[in-house]
């Protein structure tokens, strides 16, 4: 069993942080991202260790794909009311991603659902959640109130939103490009896959410390 991947020690530092800098606010968005990371690093634990005993892990990582859609809405709709009411355009994604999610488990089965992962439902949820990231830089660029992006928690939130995405949706559009293996036995897909997960944890991480200083200023 490897727990230590580049992408569980990424996940186990940001939940960390969060629960540093995040534990007593008064937001409540900012403490679900603590539950939403202790879940995601769970399901990694979980799905190494049914790997390491020649177990199916399919089955637990399409379960957790119903989390990550619930958790990345809510984030994104926290971060965009503050410019719209953004509640037909996530009630119209989620409802498109659990539509898709539910065909594919009719479709195909209990057997199916634990031996074949929802590549479809991630796909189509990959592409809604970059459309999400691309109208809040939108609607952020539009405002009239002048940011400093350095500090804006929601704007870094939203950046690892985007490039992990985005770049989950590349890998999955262009599969048999990434397939070619680097370093002698890794992967192309499988370096990139831990480099976006990097760069959005990383994100996550600066913007908690964002959130803390900007609680800070206004207490």
């Not at 809510?74 to 539509?99: Q, S």
């Not at 189509?124 to 002048?146: A, G, Q, R, T």
Request: charged share 15%.
């Amino acid at each position: 069993m490897n727990f230590f991947t580049p992408i569980v020690i990424a996940e186990l530092i940001c939940l960390i942080t969060a629960v540093f800098f995040l534990f007593k606010d008064n937001i409540s968005f900012w403490k679900i991202n603590i539950a939403y990371l202790l879940i995601a690093l769970s399901a990694e634990a979980r799905g190494s260790f049914l790997a390491a005993h020649h177990h199916h892990n399919v089955g637990l990582f399409n379960t957790f794909v119903l989390f990550e859609i619930a958790f990345i809405s809510y984030g994104m709709y926290y971060c965009l009311k503050k410019y719209t009411n953004p509640r037909p355009v996530i009630f119209t994604g989620l409802g498109i991603c659990y539509l898709i999610f539910t065909f594919f488990t009719v479709k195909n089965g209990i057997r199916a659902y634990n031996d074949v992962f929802n590549d479809i439902t991630v796909s189509i949820m990959s592409v809604i959640f970059v459309l999400y990231c691309l109208y809040y830089y939108y609607k952020l660029l539009n405002d009239e109130e002048v940011l400093d992006l350095k500090y804006h928690p929601e704007f870094w939130w939203v950046n690892g939103v985007l490039f992990y995405y985005f770049g989950g949706t590349a890998i999955n559009l262009f599969y048999g490009l990434f397939n070619i293996r680097i370093f002698e036995h890794i992967p192309l897909r499988l370096f990139i896959y831990n480099i976006i997960n990097i760069i959005l944890y990383s994100n996550w991480i600066y913007s908690y410390l964002c959130r803390a200083k900007q609680r800070k200023l206004q207490s």
